[in-house]
């Protein structure tokens, strides 16, 4: 069986964004209790990581190494035409993910207990940003 | 069910081959409507990204920039045995994906509509690469 | 049809530890011939890479590259509460893969000939990671 929804995950520039709580509340209501969790952005100047959940910090660090490990000033770009934080996004985000599979046992994703699930966004000015979760399983 | 096929790229030299087309083309053929493509490729020396689909520049940005990212001259490597572009290949491999899932609704990819699916070549000769699709669902 | 396991993969200090054995020994014992195979490190602090399993010197230099790539000297991070080695895990986590997906064909896993399985543990001291394996398939 399968069951699929899309989540809206609100950003106001560069930064981690947690939604481990709208994906959690979604597969409780599912009648499927085993089986993968697909998520998938559809972006390419965001993106998705796993990271710790436990102190905001790393988040934080997370996004300036990022910033200084695919600088905005310095490289020689083609392409800038939405600006300097155009082809640095799709840079980042191929550096981190487009898609994550985890694994559904119990209704439970089996996250450590440290993992969370964040929208990565690389540009500097707000947008609404889509997740695909689809669960296949029985 | 499962549906299975393993796609030939054709590479000729370093940067991003793109094979939605293949892929989707491959897609409508199968009876499943629903469900999750597994994207696989079976090498350790090229990628796969999913990257702006608009602008050819953003291909050739991403490339140049892991050209700079992970140099071939001036690094201390020990796995030289096939030359210089040898082991850059398989730290850009690993920065980049080998697999990636991408939810499949109503025969259609979720992919977002600037999403393209790419192989990203990271040596410096042709090469025919083998990407495999696996399409499960119902 | 779903099956399920954790593998507990011993890491004695940074670098790169295979698992592909582990893997395809517990693949052999499951009763379904063809799915996709889920891998998920419950962990932000190593994580899992595809990388050639001919010659060990392919780990070392990888290992060496994410050392000067992600250095924990001279990068002012906030998150330091476990050590200098405490962000950098992270970062070099976000930077590789917490989950991959391996479409799995009679029974074998469609790696290529030369591709492994590897934890890719980022801390100095050793640990027990833990490694999620689930097949889906029929």
Chains 1, 2, 3 share one sequence.
Request: charged share 20%; hydrophobic share 35%; proline share 5%.
């Amino acid at each position: 069986m399968i069951r699929n929804t899309t989540l809206t995950v609100p950003t106001r520039g560069k930064g981690l964004y947690p939604f481990t709580r709208q994906a959690t509340e979604w597969l409780a209501k599912q009648d499927l209790a085993n089986g993968v969790l697909t998520v998938f952005i559809q972006h390419t100047s965001c993106s998705l990581v796993i990271q710790e959940n436990a102190d905001p910090d790393v988040t934080l660090d997370l996004r300036d190494f990022f910033e200084r490990l695919v600088p905005e000033e310095g490289e020689a770009f083609r392409h800038t035409v939405e600006g300097p934080d155009d082809m640095t996004s799709h840079i980042r985000s191929a550096l981190t993910h487009t898609s994550l599979s985890i694994p559904v046992i119990s209704s439970r994703l089996t996250l450590g207990i440290w993992q969370g699930l964040y929208v990565f966004e690389h540009r500097s000015h707000p947008h609404e940003r889509r997740v695909v979760l689809q669960l296949i399983g029985e």
